[in-house]
């Protein structure tokens, strides 16, 4: 990492769902590559980053909750909660956030693989992720005339606290076998790629959505062949 180690000195983040996993992850590595950051649960805090930072560099709206229930079985006030988090939340937060953006700040969302597949139980999952992911386009082409770019990531199966808690052995065990990397994900790797989408390496890439799952969809494992 030394080649990137101050790609972000001198400048400020802001990173939403940062009390653990992937948001803390990439609130670590924004700090180890020389950004001022803070970190959020699920609302932005924009007076206090107004008032202690004064502009924001970088923002990833990373808040957002795992929902998987067969769509039978949602009910209006799942469905509101669900969306509140998932799509309401990271609209609002980039919304609130853009007067602190500067001209060619650059903004990260986080979808999410299922948008690439069907899931099952994952259709109200699965749109609000969808939303961000076409969200994160349409503001990349809005905000073209500020030069601020804005891309989404899709994490695959990410060995996360929530993920661990959540997920069985045997389904753990399971998603492994799917994925062509042998592995699941860790929070550095979704780290390591908003840190990239972020950064002046990354200027030419807008609009775009990062898949991070390890091959999840695009490469069969060779067990499965």
């Given at each position: 990492?030394?080649?990137?180690?101050?790609?972000?000195?001198?400048?400020?983040?802001l990173?939403?769902?940062?009390?653990?996993?992937?948001?803390?992850?990439?609130?670590r590595r924004?700090?180890?590559?020389?950004?001022?950051?803070?970190?959020?649960?699920?609302?932005?805090?924009v007076?206090?980053?107004?008032?202690?930072?004064?502009?924001?560099?970088?923002?990833?709206?990373?808040?957002?909750?795992?929902?998987f229930r067969?769509?039978?079985?949602?009910?209006e006030?799942?469905?509101?909660?669900?969306?509140?988090?998932?799509f309401?939340g990271?609209?609002?937060?980039?919304q609130?956030?853009?007067p602190?953006?500067?001209?060619?700040g650059?903004?990260?969302?986080?979808?999410?693989?299922?948008?690439?597949?069907?899931?099952?139980?994952?259709?109200?999952y699965?749109a609000?992720?969808?939303?961000?992911?076409?969200?994160?386009?349409t503001?990349?082409?809005?905000?073209a005339p500020?030069?601020?770019r804005?891309?989404s990531?899709?994490?695959?199966?990410?060995?996360?606290?929530?993920?661990r808690?959540?997920?069985?052995?045997?389904?753990?065990?399971?998603?492994?076998?799917?994925v062509?990397?042998?592995?699941?994900?860790?929070?550095?790797?979704?780290a390591?790629?908003?840190?990239?989408?972020?950064?002046?390496?990354?200027?030419?890439?807008?609009?775009q959505d990062?898949?991070?799952?390890?091959?999840?969809?695009?490469?069969?494992?060779?067990?499965?062949v």
């Open positions: 990492m030394s080649s990137a180690r101050f790609r972000f000195d001198g400048r400020t983040a990173v939403t769902g940062g009390s653990s996993g992937m948001g803390l992850a990439t609130a924004l700090l180890d590559e020389g950004a001022r950051v803070i970190i959020t649960g699920l609302d932005a805090l007076d206090t980053a107004r008032s202690r930072l004064g502009r924001l560099d970088v923002v990833f709206a990373n808040a957002g909750t795992a929902a067969p769509a039978p079985d949602i009910t006030g799942y469905f509101d909660r669900v969306v509140a988090t998932n309401k990271v609209f609002f937060t980039v609130k956030t853009l602190l953006v500067p001209d060619h650059a903004i990260v969302v986080n979808s999410s693989w299922a948008v690439h597949r069907g899931v099952p139980a994952a259709a109200l699965s609000t992720k969808a939303a961000v992911r076409n969200l994160a386009q503001l990349a082409a809005e905000l500020r030069r601020i804005v891309n990531i899709s994490p695959g199966y990410i060995d996360t606290p929530s993920y808690a959540e997920v069985s052995a045997e389904a753990q065990a399971a998603a492994i076998s799917s062509a990397a042998a592995r699941l994900g860790s929070p550095a790797d979704i390591a790629a908003v840190a990239f989408l972020a950064s002046d390496e990354a200027s030419y890439i807008n609009g990062l898949l991070v799952d390890g091959g999840l969809i695009t490469a069969v494992p060779a067990p499965m």
